[in-house]
């Protein structure tokens, strides 16, 4: 019969704890780079396909934006691994290359959700423009 | 899962260098193309600093978000000057 006892030291034990934080760390970070990735391979395709149709250079920024989106998502899911490692955290070295890394994923988030929302004020400027002077482009279908 | 990482971040660059020569040859404008390289090049860092990565990473990827800031700093100047709204 299993006592408390037992099950404390096998199912919550050190060891098998640092286990399953390792697999979850794992998990979300492979959740973030397949985000990261899908994000670059579709906006790689829209890329060629914009050239394809000679489209204008404000169709390439909101490919652009698209992406950002894709690499803020990615990056999302890289931070909330760096949180799960805190919890298994084993040295001072590691902990620092933790918070270095957290830091710069931390600051590149800023940094991107600012410069989507500059870029899409930008956009918006733009297509009112062109919707302004008629643009020859959208007028065909 | 590292070598993995790696192909992909390798295969971001390549797209980056295509779409980059791409968007050069539609929209003839290099800062544009430049633009589209720095936003394909930061996915491919962040591949890189996936898993267990290293000092190089890191300061590759600090080096490429310094330049997409100054990079954008300059077209976002450019794009006032040319609708005159700067002074």
């Not at chain 1, 988030?109 to 870029?119: C, D, P, V």
């Not at chain 2, 600093?49 to 700093?73: E, F, I, K, M, N």
């Amino acid at each position: 019969m299993i006592t408390a006892a037992d099950w404390q030291e096998e199912v919550l034990s050190e060891q098998s704890l640092r286990s399953w934080v390792d697999l979850l760390v794992r998990l979300v970070e492979a959740a973030g780079a397949l985000i990261i990735f899908f994000g670059a391979g579709l906006a790689f395709a829209r890329f060629v396909s914009l050239t394809a149709r000679r489209r204008r250079e404000h169709e390439f920024t909101a490919v652009r934006l698209g992406l950002g989106r894709y690499l803020v998502l990615g990056l999302e899911f890289q931070l909330a691994s760096d949180l799960l490692k805190t919890a298994v955290s084993p040295s001072y070295e590691d902990i620092g290359q933790l918070a270095a890394v957290a830091a710069i994923r931390t600051a590149l988030n800023y940094f991107l959700g600012k410069e989507i929302a500059a870029e899409r004020q930008e956009l918006d400027a733009e297509e009112q423009a062109d919707s302004g002077r008629g643009d020859p482009e959208r007028a065909v279908p | 899962m590292s070598g993995v990482l790696q192909t992909a971040a390798l295969l971001c660059t390549v797209g980056g260098l295509i779409s980059a020569a791409l968007a050069l040859a539609a929209t003839r404008r290099p800062l544009a193309a430049l633009r589209v390289l720095l936003d394909l090049l930061l996915a491919a860092g962040l591949l890189r600093l996936t898993g267990d990565p290293d000092l190089r990473a890191l300061t590759t990827l600090a080096a490429v978000v310094l330049l997409r800031q100054l990079v954008s700093a300059g077209l976002r100047q450019d794009h006032r000057i040319a609708a005159g709204t700067e002074p």
